[in-house]
């Protein structure tokens, strides 16, 4: 039995083969990263732009919620950078008249009084605004001498828990209050915000609170947002004839990308 010689041979790939490979496969990745480089450059770049967007966006609608809450003629702006007011966290009409057979608690202008009734119902107010002891009675805020908030000139301390029924008795520290309101309003002063401050320092907008009233800006408290790299805050008005302006303008700078955003804010100045 003849045998026949095997002439098959196993070939695989040389060096050069392999290396030609690499080369080739660099130039065509290096062709798609340039292609793609600024698509996704773009992408980032407006998430980037996105993000700032809507913190701003959110900042300036948290600024307007409480300054539209200011009580009248309180708001006031130290420095370009640092804007503050008295918060409020609801208000109501006080009795001004008896009743029928002298029925009801008035508000007393010509002496010190210590109590007087609410018209409504205290209780039928949403939890967060409902009147509770600690807090301060403030009447007729004019921002002036004799009659400015900040001096507690016309502001009174509620002493005890206020009593409800088809009228609220609200009891308060013996206060002669110097003007009295036009339309019987009164407003009233949370007990653990007295004094509320917004001020930009550094790349950081702070918010910050007092419980007393005095506030020099202080770049202390929660931060609000970062990343700011300008405000402005301007306030224009003080006719108690028509409402007060705010004028905020604020930045965001993150990796080269900036937004701004200008918003007005109406405040009622009536007292």
Request: charged share 20%; proline share 4%.
């Amino acid at each position: 039995l003849l045998m026949m010689p095997c002439n098959s041979r196993h070939r695989g790939f040389t060096i050069i083969e392999l290396v030609m490979v690499i080369v080739i496969m660099g130039v065509i990745g290096g062709m798609v990263a340039v292609f793609m480089k600024s698509p996704i450059d773009a992408y980032l770049a407006t998430g980037r732009r996105a993000a700032l967007t809507d913190v701003a966006d959110t900042t300036v609608r948290r600024m307007a919620r409480d300054i539209r809450k200011a009580l009248p003629n309180s708001l006031r702006v130290p420095t370009a950078q640092c804007v503050e007011f008295i918060p409020t966290k609801t208000g109501g009409r006080y009795r001004a008249d008896l009743g029928l057979a002298g029925a009801g608690d008035i508000l007393n202008f010509a002496a010190a009084d210590t109590s007087f009734n609410m018209l409504g119902s205290n209780n039928a107010l949403p939890l967060d605004q409902r009147i509770a002891q600690e807090d301060l009675i403030a009447v007729y805020n004019l921002g002036v001498t004799g009659s400015n908030a900040y001096n507690q000139d016309n502001t009174s301390r509620v002493s005890a828990t206020p009593v409800d029924g088809t009228e609220t008795s609200i009891s308060i520290d013996s206060k002669l209050f110097p003007l009295a309101s036009g339309g019987n309003r009164f407003h009233v002063i949370p007990s653990t915000e007295k004094v509320v401050a917004y001020v930009c320092s550094g790349n950081k907008l702070f918010r910050t609170t007092s419980t007393t009233f005095t506030s020099d800006c202080p770049a202390t408290g929660a931060v609000l947002a970062d990343k700011v790299s300008a405000c402005s805050f301007v306030y224009n008005g003080t006719d108690l004839q028509r409402n007060a302006l705010v004028q905020l303008t604020i930045k965001f700078t993150d990796s080269g990308e900036t937004v701004g955003l200008y918003q007005e804010v109406h405040v009622d100045n009536t007292p």
